[in-house]
T-cell receptor, first 112, second 113 residues
Framework: DQQVKQNSPSLSVQEGRISILNCDYT??????FLWYKKYPAEGPTFLIS?????DKNEDGRFTVFLNKSAKHLSLHIVPSQPGDSAVYFC???????????FGQGTRLTINP | DTAVSQTPKYLVTQMGNDKSIKCEQN?????MYWYKQDSKKFLKIMFS???????INETVPNRFSPKSPDKAHLNLHINSLELGDSAVYFC????????????FGPGTRLTVL
């Protein structure tokens, strides 16, 4: 029973264009959503988060959008840079449980 | 000056053996975690300790036993290893009450033959 899913295992985008990574969830008790970024041979690192009471959060080139009615969130990276090539994990916080539920990741490749 | 470190990085062993993975963080965090990344790539929490006290214990076989000698260390001991235990295991830490932003170690790839 995977409560957080990233249905695209990989995504390839040209440098300078917009990268859009998607994530779907099923549990209405999630109160925060996060994106983590992972380079090979390293652990995931926190990138950006959004509270369930908001629909958008922006940090530089990274914007996360939340659509609660559709139980969907997305991460937009614009403009995409070669250093953005990594695996991106979507995660959700289960209210009151103090634990994160992660998706399976999407491998983003930025082509020069 | 690695923030969260794990040893070993790779572990290859036979079925039935007992093995340990060590984790140390030098961030002064109170909470530490163990995650398993399975063959389908989902990152799933196994355990969480807050200041040496177990606070999260997911449905994990009791062959897996975490041990926290102090708040900077959380080791994972696995008894009677099985083929299905093959995975990448990540250790992480966070400030107390700050579990949204976790700092992960580089992972330990365990292969059970």
């Amino acid at each position: 029973d995977q409560q957080v899913k990233q249905n695209s295992p990989s995504l390839s985008v040209q440098e300078g264009r917009i990268s859009i990574l998607n994530c779907d969830y099923t549990n209405s008790m999630f109160d925060y959503f996060l994106w983590y970024k992972k380079y090979p041979a390293e652990g995931p690192t926190f990138l950006i988060s959004i509270s369930s009471i908001k629909d958008k959060n922006e940090d530089g080139r990274f914007t996360v959008f939340l659509n609660k009615s559709a139980k969907h969130l997305s991460l937009h990276i614009v403009p995409s840079q070669p250093g953005d090539s990594a695996v991106y994990f979507c995660a959700a916080n289960l209210q009151g449980a103090q634990k994160l539920v992660f998706g399976q990741g999407t491998r983003l490749t930025i082509n020069p | 000056d690695t923030a969260v470190s794990q040893t070993p990085k790779y572990l290859v062993t036979q079925m039935g053996n007992d093995k340990s993975i060590k984790c140390e963080q030098n961030l002064g965090h109170d909470t530490m975690y163990w995650y398993k990344q399975d063959s389908k790539k989902f990152l799933k929490i196994m355990f969480s300790y807050n200041n040496k006290e177990l606070i999260i214990n997911e449905t994990v076989p009791n062959r897996f036993s975490p041990k926290s000698p102090d708040k900077a260390h959380l080791n994972l001991h696995i008894n009677s290893l099985e083929l299905g235990d093959s995975a990448v295991y990540f250790c992480a830490s966070s400030l107390r009450g700050g579990h949204l932003e976790q700092f992960f170690g580089p992972g330990t790839r365990l292969t059970v033959l």
